[in-house]
């Protein structure tokens, strides 16, 4: 899914439903950037195991409980490798990646009818950007299409959930930074990362209803 799939879901079946909020949930992947073209150098480059099958064999193989368990094994068992070989990687990369002043404005104009949707519902629209597992645990945070896509929202008068902001906070209580993300994948959170998305969301939710302070 990426806005173009949101706006086709809001304009045939959301707003049937008549919402007081809708929430946009953006991935680092629907944008072009920095951290995206590192991820897939440290995680799909070509000397990767992953390379090493064929997109139709991964495929059937996914369908494999034990294949998707040796897989989330393998790695965990690299994870702190892997992690280390971002952040070098990150460290020499500087600016926006090609096309991602040509995909911003592509968003804005997606954005501004999602707005305009939502609005003839009297809706308001919530947005999120959740964040890679390196970004949480890398020393030196790459904000990737964050604060972009922040500022799109800010000139629209969006709510925009800092996601990365509440993952580090909760990532570092510990010595032992906390897992916030499933066991061998790098994308999605566990329970603990989800509840942490909840609470986030529960925000400016309240707020709109005049609820009162998340407890």
Sequence with gaps: YSSRDYLEVLETQALTLKPHFVIGGYCLNDFPNA??????AVYQGKDTLRAQLSWDLREQLGKLALFRWLRASYYEINRERDLEQVERLAE?????????????????????????????????????????????????????????LRALMQERSVHFVDLL??????????????????????????AAGYGIVARSLAVPVLAALDVGEVR
């Design 35 to 40: 951290l995206k073209q590192v991820d897939a």
């Design 92 to 148: 020499k990369l500087t600016g926006d990646s090609t096309g991602a002043t040509a995909n911003m404005e592509r968003e804005s104009e997606r954005l501004d009818a999602m707005k305009t949707l939502c609005g003839s519902v009297d809706a308001e629209l919530i947005t999120m950007l959740f964040p890679y597992e390196s970004q949480v645990y890398l020393q030196r945070p790459v904000e990737g299409p964050g604060p972009r």
């Design 165 to 190: 902001a509440e993952f580090r906070a909760q990532a570092g209580t510990s010595d032992r930074p906390t897992r916030l993300f499933v066991r061998g994948d790098r994308y999605h959170p566990n």
